[in-house]
Antibody, heavy 125, light 107 residues
Framework: QVRLQESGPGLVKPSQTLSLTCTVS??????????WTWIRQLPGKGLEWIGY???????YYNPSLKSRLTISIDTSKNQFSLKLDSVTAADTAVYYC?????????????????WGQGTLVAVSS | EIVLTQSPGTLSLSPGERVTLSCRAS???????LAWYQQKPGQAPRLLIY???RRATGIPDRFSGSGSGTDFTLTISRLEPEDFAVYYC????????FGQGTKVEIK
């Protein structure tokens, strides 16, 4: 069973870069069957999809974050990472990494079937 | 962007009751591109339903999903104590968006 674990600083200063890493265990990040995704949850609010990367490094970003966002992958470490530039207090959230992709007899579904436990990142001086 | 609107915002119910949650999309997402997740406090969301009506692995059969186009429903046939949580719908037809959630709380 695949497991995902987020890591990174819990506090970032305004205007700086938020950096998080997701370590995948119990499965290879190089599998072509999945996309590796970041989602965030603002305090007391719902979920916001941030973006994903696949094994070959192709990315797809939320247009509202695209200008500040970089997602990368390191297959040698079975990790993928998020960098969000020029953060403000509005970026304070619990950040989750997740695996997208599920197949059954009827086909492939771009749903999030495995999630990390989440990590709270606060943006404050 | 496809906007998902969930209703109601909060439901106050007792164990054993039947629950029906609604998710309405601002434009059609077809029949295969809608999922439901359950989230408990301090936990990550858990996939319940995908393809509008298919239960994910290990999900009890008291959970069922239905709908197509712009109107979708998650039904819990008989509430168990562990079902009190927030439920989110998600579309993956055009990019990815989530509804704002419905909280099912103990009455």
């Amino acid at each position: 069973q695949v497991r995902l674990q987020e890591s990174g600083p819990g506090l970032v200063k305004p205007s700086q870069t938020l950096s998080l890493t997701c370590t995948v265990s119990g499965g290879s990040i190089s599998s072509g069957d999945y996309c590796w995704t970041w989602i965030r949850q603002l305090p007391g609010k719902g979920l916001e999809w941030i973006g994903y990367i696949n094994y070959s490094g192709s990315t797809y970003y939320n247009p509202s974050l695209k200008s500040r966002l970089t997602i990368s992958i390191d297959t040698s470490k079975n990790q993928f990472s998020l960098k969000l530039d020029s953060v403000t207090a509005a970026d304070t959230a619990v950040y989750y990494c997740a695996r997208e992709g599920y197949s059954d007899s009827s086909g492939y579904y771009a749903i999030l079937d495995s999630w990390g436990q989440g990590t709270l990142v606060a943006v404050s001086s | 962007e496809i906007v998902l609107t969930q209703s109601p915002g909060t439901l106050s119910l007792s164990p054993g009751e039947r629950v029906t949650l609604s998710c309405r999309a601002s434009q059609s997402v077809g029949v295969y591109y809608l999922a439901w997740y359950q989230q408990k406090p301090g936990q990550a969301p858990r996939l319940l339903i995908y393809g509008a009506s298919r239960r994910a692995t290990g999900i009890p059969d008291r959970f069922s999903g239905s709908g197509s186009g712009t109107d979708f429903t998650l039904t819990i046939s008989r509430l168990e104590p562990e079902d009190f949580a927030v439920y989110y719908c998600q579309q993956y037809a055009r990019s990815y968006t989530f509804g704002q959630g419905t909280k099912v709380e103990i009455k």
